[in-house]
């Protein structure tokens, strides 16, 4: 059973990907987001989507690994929100 989190980060990465990534893909992957092919602009919309929803901050800079990592994000995610 996936975490409800991880269902709706999975899902919100596959909106921002235009659906060319099924959340099912995503949370079974073990490979990074850019190795799915995860584009900057899919980047950028999924960052608007999870502040919006959640109402954290992604910080673009600072090599922020979790915007590259499906389990480092749901837990960033996680963190802030519990």
């Excluded at 596959?14 to 995503?26: F, H, N, P, Y």
């Excluded at 999924?46 to 915007?67: K, M, Q, R, T």
Aim: hydrophobic fraction near 45%; charge should be negative; include cysteine.
């Amino acid at each position: 059973m996936t975490d409800p989190l991880a269902s709706r980060i999975a899902g919100m990465i596959s909106v921002a990907c235009d659906g060319r990534l099924t959340a099912d893909e995503i949370i079974g992957s073990g490979t990074s987001l850019s190795a799915l092919g995860v584009t900057s602009l899919a980047l950028l919309r999924l960052i608007d989507a999870v502040e919006d929803e959640f109402d954290v901050a992604l910080d673009l800079g600072g090599g922020a690994a979790y915007l590259d990592s499906f389990p480092l994000l749901v837990g960033y995610v996680s963190e802030r929100t519990s």
